[in-house]
């Protein structure tokens, strides 16, 4: 049975660093390209990172820098570190087994497996 299940994320203020989990089964990293995607209040869903089949990662031109995707394939799990965190990383943030443009994560959230739960994340100022 595929399942993604997130942990992490949190309130933090602007500069600190959160690391978000997403652990899979019924399927192995690599099987499919993931991604962790974002959707802030009144704003389309977009692609933070992805991490390729060939274990290659691609990041937002607003990630580079800042943000990193790691895995651990022994653990089926794959990792987002967000560091430098400003207040426009308010999000739910998503992982998913998926790299496609998408416009509204929470309904995809809702309704596959191959998505995680959603994992609130506040920057304060």
């Known amino acids: 049975e595929v399942q993604v299940v997130q942990s992490g994320g949190g309130s933090v203020q602007a500069g600190e660093s959160l690391r978000l989990s997403c652990r899979i089964s019924?399927?192995?990293?690599?099987?499919?390209?993931m991604s962790w995607y974002r959707q802030a209040p009144g704003n389309e869903c977009e692609v933070v990172a992805t991490l390729t089949t060939q274990s290659t990662t691609r990041d937002a031109e607003f990630a580079k820098g800042r943000f990193s995707l790691s895995q651990d394939n022994a653990k089926a799990t794959m990792f987002l570190q967000m560091n430098s965190l400003k207040p426009e990383d308010t999000a739910v943030y998503y992982c998913?087994?998926?790299?496609?443009?998408?416009?509204?994560?929470?309904?995809?959230?809702?309704?596959?497996?191959?998505w995680g739960q959603g994992t609130l994340v506040t920057v304060s100022p």
């Open positions: 998913a087994a998926d790299d496609q443009p998408r416009s509204d994560c929470k309904v995809l959230s809702s309704n596959l497996v191959s």
């Open positions: 019924g399927f192995r990293l690599g099987d499919w390209p």
